[in-house]
């Protein structure tokens, strides 16, 4: 699989961020396996595809808590989390506070920003 096949995975994934899709349909955006594309995502990127979706998707949420007026709940909806208490869990987990707590006191935190790959790589 070329570098520029797992660079078209990432564009899939920040064009989709705020959908319900994942593994299969990015897949089948790029023609190959789900299990191919999960093992060379996994061995270009560093992170499971899943994991890699799930940051992106909360570090996505984080910056629309502070730059935007959307209730936590429209947040959490636009995102893919079920319900209020399924997002703030995964943001506790993801940055040690609430939602709410990280909106009204501003945490410096580290989101994790989209991964840029060379074409030149070796791999």
């Known amino acids: 699989m070329?570098?520029?096949t797992i660079k078209a995975m990432l564009d899939w994934v920040e064009d989709n961020l705020e959908a319900d899709s994942g593994l299969p349909q990015m897949a089948l955006y790029v023609g190959y396996s789900d299990y191919y594309c999960s093992a060379k995502f996994h061995e270009?990127?560093?992170?499971?595809?899943?994991e890699y979706v799930f940051r992106r998707k909360i570090s996505r949420a984080a910056e629309a808590l502070l730059h935007t007026d959307c209730s936590i709940i429209e947040i959490?909806?636009?995102?893919?989390f079920s319900s209020h208490e399924a997002f703030t869990r995964a943001f506790k987990k993801a940055y040690g506070c609430s939602p709410r707590q990280y909106r009204k006191s501003r945490p410096d935190i580290a989101v994790f920003e989209?991964?840029?790959?060379?074409?030149?790589s070796s791999k």
């Open 44 to 50: 270009y990127v560093g992170l499971p595809f899943r």
């Open 114 to 120: 989209r991964i840029h790959l060379e074409e030149h």
């Open 76 to 80: 959490a909806v636009q995102f893919g």
């Open 2 to 4: 070329s570098v520029k």
